[in-house]
């Protein structure tokens, strides 16, 4: 019988298959937090005189007990049983009879799914932030270790300016300390505590949400109860934007990497195990893993618009539409995670092209040098950028090869390390050790 159940009522096998549709495959993601919120409910229901010492004792070991069962992947959702939230009050049933039974007390299955996927969408933004900094950290080391590797850089896709694989890496590193912020907000979002909302209008037990803000390492909680039931759906849409952000800065990088690596522009290879051959051209080494790498960031940044659309004109209150948001927002973790992993794998092997600029195609590229070397002679800037333009035409442009760029964030000076504090301080505004303390506590 389901939780919602009535007696001498049956609900229809297609309805039934219809609306739970995919929901007991991913309620699987949400086992463990589905556990550590049962055991911070159960000690607070003790508080407010609905255990008793004893019961809330058994409810522990044996909540804990399971918890073991999902981090040994033994735990299933039976046939028949409906999501993890009833798979878990029965076992707690099966095992401690009517002390089982007393878990749902002052709580809706709607608080119940609610604070498991805020425990589970915290703890899945900061494996992306953990992964995230590990590319970060790539970038950082190549980019310092080629900061002297000069590269052509484009507008338009035209050569420009020269640039620097140390600033083409720093680029990309200074992009993930600004996805960090996007990551950062989004966390905090996720970690607020639901718990004793109900169903989305409190309860009349007298309920310490306080304790379990603080049980759960919460960093506050949703106060008004309509609003915590409102933030299903905000919580998953502003999780997927952070996602869909770290995904736009690996996709661009993702098409340089193609880009360069062509025979076209030749300013990067990877090595022969990154790449793959063709079944009919025996000299391709195809940059197979930067271009699924494009394809996976780009099809992630798709998913906040999913989640727009479920959510056009709902009005206030919980609706079931909410549930498929499921099936949008656990797979993106899995897929990003992916991707970043690769990602940090991927810029270890990447070799550089040293002395590019050496060859006589890049010699516009030094056009500006020219107009600045003019401008230090005396020479106003409009009247320099005349007389170079003048050079290029007549032929007798030649190209001044030295550069002298010293200012913050240009060739000379990358500010590798202002770069870093900006990554260090969005990590820092996560939280994080509050967070494990609290798990860990629950689970002691």
């Not at 046939?79 to 993890?84: I, T």
């Not at 680029?171 to 996720?190: I, P, S, V």
């Not at 940090?344 to 092209?353: D, N, P, R, S, T």
Request: charged share 25%.
């Amino acid at each position: 019988m389901k939780l919602w159940q009535k007696e001498g009522t049956v609900t229809a096998e297609n309805i039934e298959r219809f609306t739970v549709g995919r929901d007991r495959e991913m309620d699987l993601y949400l086992a463990p937090f589905d556990v550590l919120g049962n055991l911070a409910h159960a000690r607070m229901l003790e508080t407010i005189g609905l255990l008793s010492k004893a019961e809330l004792d058994l409810l522990n070991a044996e909540l804990r007990a399971i918890y073991a069962q999902i981090g040994a992947g033994q735990f299933v959702i039976e046939d028949g049983v409906e999501d993890v939230h009833s798979q878990v009050e029965l076992l707690l049933t099966r095992k401690l009879g009517d002390v089982g039974k007393k878990i749902h007390s002052g709580r809706s299955r709607n608080d119940q799914v609610l604070v498991d996927l805020k425990l589970f969408t915290r703890d899945r933004l900061w494996a992306v932030a953990e992964a995230t900094r590990r590319v970060f950290d790539r970038l950082v080391e190549r980019s310092e270790q080629h900061k002297d590797d000069l590269l052509p850089g484009y507008t338009h896709l035209q050569i420009a300016m020269p640039s620097s694989f140390g600033l083409w890496f720093g680029a990309y590193a200074e992009a993930l300390a600004d996805d960090m912020l996007t990551l950062q907000t989004a966390y905090r979002l996720a970690n607020r505590n639901p718990l004793g909302s109900g169903a989305g209008y409190g309860s009349s037990f007298p309920l310490n949400r306080r304790l379990t803000t603080e049980l759960l390492g919460f960093e506050g909680m949703h106060v008004n109860v309509v609003y915590a039931q409102m933030s299903r759906g905000k919580t998953e849409q502003t999780a997927l934007s952070a996602l869909a952000t770290v995904a736009a800065t690996l996709s661009r990088m993702a098409m340089d990497i193609c880009l360069y690596n062509s025979q076209n522009f030749g300013f990067l290879t990877l090595p022969d195990a990154l790449t793959t051959g063709s079944s009919i051209m025996p000299h391709k080494k195809n940059p197979d893993v930067a271009e699924l790498l494009r394809a996976k960031t780009n099809r992630l940044k798709a998913l906040p618009m999913e989640v727009t659309l479920v959510l056009s004109n709902l009005p206030s209150g919980y609706h079931r539409d909410m549930q498929i948001l499921k099936e949008v927002l656990m797979p993106a973790f899995d897929e990003l995670l992916d991707c970043l992993n690769i990602c940090a794998f991927m810029l270890e092997q990447l070799q550089v092209k040293p002395n590019l600029l050496d060859d006589d195609r890049y010699d516009l590229l030094f056009s500006v040098e020219r107009v600045n070397e003019l401008v230090l002679q005396g020479v106003p800037f409009r009247e320099a950028y005349r007389i170079v333009g003048k050079e290029i035409n007549e032929g007798s442009y030649r190209a001044p090869r030295q550069l002298n760029h010293t200012h913050e964030g240009s060739i000379g000076n990358l500010g590798t390390g202002e770069i870093i504090a900006q990554m260090e301080a969005a990590t820092a505004g996560f939280g994080r050790q509050r967070v494990d303390e609290a798990v860990a506590n629950l689970l002691a």
